[in-house]
């Protein structure tokens, strides 16, 4: 019985993607639910596990572009996995390798052979081993030569933790590496004149793109900044910091704070919880806020909803869910949708100052830099105190000067003395 892969629906807006990656190779056995492909689309990029198992044959390669229900494998499920009684493996024969003498240059061809065959087929005629997905690629990581292992699993079979337990085990009690084993796993030298490389930009970056260009082109950006003292919050973080770990299982961070603050900046400022469509002004009357995570595939922006509703262990939780969720590629379309704002904290890359981009068509986003200490003037003295900057982008169509100031402000100042959050003051 055969059992086709197609691409599931991810959204009304989703149509097609790009299959980034394929995690398994054409012919290998897949076991049930063991993560297969990647796909890459304009929203997010997602992670497909296999719904049954057996032997995969891969219609698409990577980087092809793939429609929502187009077949992009079948999975036979008649075969059975590798070193069962009810399939057994057919042995293998290799032709001894000749060591290559140091003095002799090996040709490229010998060079660009895989190490897997090396590492999975036994080393004398008519004997060969059969190992699981997760066994195979502990050995190419590895570098064990497995046809020397006598495997503890089932019928022989060598298993990732006997793989795992030579690699960890003293040079001198290791298989030894054949030399052929060693120059085929070395790498070929990239010839002079590769001054530049290309490839191909991916759906998300595309949509990123298009939507910053679209925020500028579309909304009169305009950018207010300020300066807070972040020493009462980090004396409260120290304060406390253990027995919130201790009741909550989670660290109390900064983000939890300004999302509380910007929450209670919204409540203070309507005008700033609103947004444009067409000829009207839509105001919000739910506090569902965008906090900006950085992935290898782009910027993601997952919402925490109802945050005046939550507590700091909540905002925590969720933020460091959805954080999680992003850079795996496991977030979901409705998690990046909703939000009335926006907060990006570029401090933990080391900004000092910047003018982000509204997260159009949300009218305004807050921008968070790094924590320095500095020289401040307090009460007639000079004194160092640990300083951030704020910059509040805001689509100046809707939102007057004093709005922002206004807003950005009562931001400083629930952060520069938090009980105000307690009391919303």
């Avoid at 006598?150 to 019928?155: P, W, Y």
Wanted: hydrophobic content about 45%; aromatic content about 4%.
């Amino acid at each position: 019985m055969a059992t086709e892969v197609t691409i599931p629906a991810m959204g009304e807006s989703i149509s097609s993607g790009i299959l980034a990656v394929w995690h398994v190779k054409d012919g290998d056995y897949v076991e049930k639910d063991q993560p297969i492909y990647e796909l890459e689309t304009d929203k997010i990029t997602s992670e497909a596990n296999a719904e049954v198992a057996g032997v995969i044959s891969l219609k698409v390669t990577v980087d092809d572009e793939v429609d929502i229900g187009q077949v992009v494998a079948i999975i036979d499920e008649s075969v059975s996995a590798p070193g069962s009684s009810a399939a057994p493996v057919t042995p293998v024969a290799t032709a001894p390798v000749s060591p290559v003498p140091v003095t002799q240059v090996a040709p490229v061809a010998a060079l660009t052979e895989p190490v897997a065959d090396v590492i999975t087929v036994g080393a004398s005629a008519g004997t060969a081993q059969s190992l699981s997905p997760a066994a195979r690629k502990a050995a190419q990581e590895t570098g064990v030569n497995t046809s020397n292992i006598a495997g503890s699993g089932k019928d022989g079979r060598v298993t990732k933790s006997d793989i795992l337990a030579v690699a960890a085990a003293p040079a001198a009690v290791a298989a030894p590496v054949p030399v052929a084993a060693t120059l085929e796993a070395a790498p070929v030298a990239v010839g002079p004149g590769a001054r530049e490389t290309r490839k191909k930009m991916s759906p998300l970056r595309r949509k990123i793109a298009e939507r910053l260009v679209a925020a500028t082109q579309e909304c009169a950006l305009l950018t207010t900044f300020n300066e807070v003292d972040m020493s009462s919050v980090m004396k409260l973080r120290k304060q406390h910091q253990e027995k919130f770990v201790e009741r909550h299982g989670i660290k109390l961070g900064f983000m939890s704070f300004f999302t509380k603050a910007v929450t209670h900046a919204l409540q203070a400022v309507p005008a700033v919880n609103a947004r444009i469509e067409g000829n009207e002004v839509v105001t919000q009357h739910f506090y569902d806020i965008g906090v900006a995570v950085g992935t290898d595939k782009g910027l993601m922006v997952p919402t925490i909803r109802d945050c005046d509703q939550k507590g700091f262990a909540e905002i925590e939780q969720d933020i460091l869910g959805y954080a999680k969720a992003a850079r795996e590629g496991k977030i979901q379309m409705n998690d990046l949708e909703g939000g009335v704002f926006t907060i990006s904290n570029g401090g933990i890359y080391g900004s000092m100052l910047s003018t982000p981009i509204i997260n159009y068509p949300q009218p305004a986003i807050l921008g968070l830099h790094n924590i320095t200490e500095r020289a401040v003037v307090v009460n007639g003295e000079i004194v160092i105190r640990p300083m951030m900057y704020l910059a509040l982008s805001y689509d100046h169509r809707l939102i007057d000067g004093k709005e922002a100031v206004t807003f950005l402000n009562k931001i400083k100042d629930a952060i520069e003395d938090p009980s105000r959050l307690l009391f919303g003051i």
